[in-house]
């Protein structure tokens, strides 16, 4: 067991709970602060704390920083549905903008020097060169986007004035669940393809939708980057042990495979993995999507000793497939 314990944000959510398992298995003490808005306490495996309770109050963030001896913090409470942020773009300033300014500030005054960021390749817009490099403009095209890249600046300036490191760790399209069956997507309302997908390849749901059959793609449909969610649990743990060993540096990073999928080719996946064949029903744009994401993930592979072990579009489907039977069968 090493020495201190991280602290994990929104640890009961789908990106954070499989954080706290790659920190678990990589013999970290885990503390996780969870309002459970989202998240599901069952979600937080039971070698780790749960606090109940919210990123922005500082005296239950810095008390759990004291006693827990908390060396780092990986940041995870958001809110993530991008056009639920077009709607109610002050939901997101304060969830992500507000309540990381008071968690930074937190680490600060307890002296946790190192940070974690969940960050997003919506801090990007619609990038006019794909695959999209780490040093492309960051011009967001909804407030999701600009709550976090206003994270992203905070922390740079505080990593200047202050004996504090981050790494900002911009994902493409996560999708999957842990491989061993531990946790997976679980909120209802999903809006992300590959869930939507799996629901509707257990009956959840009579058809796919397929969003735009006009971009300037392939098959015309959208193109993303899908990262499985244990690779990029996997690449926290690498960017904990750069800060720690390089506590000067701070970093920037994609994670993405650096290739796309387009959505048919996606659906395709689910029908070779459920040998059925899903209603796709096509239909219009939606507001807001950019043809084609992908990450120039050169940056990451050359900076971390991370490499991908579950780069394959069949095993992030039959994860997550996995994962949705399972949810099926526990909600009877
Ligand atoms: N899509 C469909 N049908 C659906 C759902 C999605 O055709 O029912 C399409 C979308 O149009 C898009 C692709 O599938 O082309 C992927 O869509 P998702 O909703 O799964 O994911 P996004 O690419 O829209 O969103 C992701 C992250 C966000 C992040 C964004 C950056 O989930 O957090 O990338 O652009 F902000």
Redesign the pocket.
């Known amino acids: 067991m090493r020495e201190g314990s991280i602290l994990v944000t929104g640890g009961a959510g789908y990106i954070g709970s499989h954080a706290v398992l790659a920190l678990l298995d990589a013999g970290w003490r885990v503390v996780v602060i969870d309002n459970l808005v989202t998240g599901f306490d069952w979600a937080v495996d039971s070698r780790a704390t749960l606090v109940k309770g919210a990123i922005e109050d500082d005296a239950l963030v810095r008390a759990t920083m004291r006693d827990h001896d908390v060396r780092a913090v990986m940041h995870f409470a958001g809110s993530?549905?991008?056009p639920e942020s077009v709607s109610d773009p002050l939901k997101y300033y304060r969830n992500n903008t507000a309540a990381s300014r008071s968690l930074i500030e937190s680490a600060v005054v307890c002296g946790v020097k190192h940070f974690i960021f969940s960050s997003?390749?919506?801090t990007?817009?619609t990038p006019e060169i794909v695959p999209v490099a780490e040093d492309s403009p960051q011009v967001p095209i909804?407030p999701?986007?600009m709550s976090?890249l206003m994270t992203e600046t905070m922390l740079r300036d505080v990593a200047a004035a202050h004996r504090f490191n981050y790494c900002a760790l911009r994902?493409?399209?996560?999708?999957g669940a842990d491989p061993q069956g531990r946790s997976g997507q679980s909120t209802a309302g999903a809006?992300?393809?590959?869930?939507?997908?799996v629901e509707a390849a257990t009956g959840k749901r009579d058809h796919?939708?397929?969003?735009?059959t006009d971009?300037d793609t392939r098959d015309g449909?959208?193109?993303?980057d899908y990262i499985h969610v244990s690779d990029l649990a996997a690449a926290h743990v690498h960017a904990l042990d750069l800060l720690m060993a390089r506590p000067t540096e701070s970093h920037r990073m994609n994670c993405g495979y650096g290739r796309g999928y387009?959505?048919l080719e996606?659906l395709d996946a689910v029908d070779r993995v459920t040998n059925r064949k899903l209603d796709r029903r096509m239909?219009p744009?939606?507001a807001?999507?950019?043809?084609e994401?992908v990450a120039d993930n050169s940056r990451i592979l050359a900076t971390l000793p991370w490499r991908p072990q579950r780069d394959d579009l069949d095993l992030i489907v039959s994860d997550a497939l996995a994962w949705e039977r399972k949810l099926s069968e526990r909600d009877g």
């Open positions: 993530v549905v991008v997003t390749a919506a990007y817009g909804n999701y986007g976090k994902y493409f399209n996560v999708a809006t992300h393809l590959i869930k939507i997908a796919v939708s397929v969003f735009g971009y449909t959208g193109v993303r387009s959505v996606v239909g744009r939606r807001g999507d950019p043809g994401l």
